[in-house]
């Protein structure tokens, strides 16, 4: 399974967000369910790196599906549509194909 956390501040604000497993989504290596997140969260990374001037802390490991991304200074709006976009395209995929795949958390930082 795919466990999202949602980082947000004690305001209820987005600050980032950590997804980590295999969704075991059809044969290993072949599973869409991980592709779609994966692209999804690298697309993400890659446009606040290339459209922003925000900075943030991130990292991606292939082992364990482990994918990491906060902002620990101020968040643009710019930043924030696109973390709330990728957040938007996760639910899709959990709604679209079941809970027993992806799952959210939320958690105070």
């Known amino acids: 399974m795919i466990q999202v956390t949602i980082l947000r501040d004690r305001d209820k604000n987005t600050r980032g967000i950590e997804i980590d497993g295999h969704a075991g989504y059809g044969e290993y ?37 482990r994918f990491s991304f906060s902002f620990p200074d101020e968040i643009s709006s710019e930043s924030q549509l696109l973390l709330n976009s990728l957040i938007l395209g996760l639910t899709a995929i959990r709604d679209e194909y079941g809970a ?7 958690r105070e930082v």
């Open 29 to 65: 290596g072949q599973d869409i369910l991980c592709a779609a997140v994966s692209a999804l969260a690298l697309n993400m990374a890659n446009s606040v790196e290339q459209f922003t001037d925000d900075s943030y802390e991130g990292s991606a490991g292939e082992e364990g599906g």
């Open 100 to 106: 027993e795949y992806i799952n959210f958390r939320y």
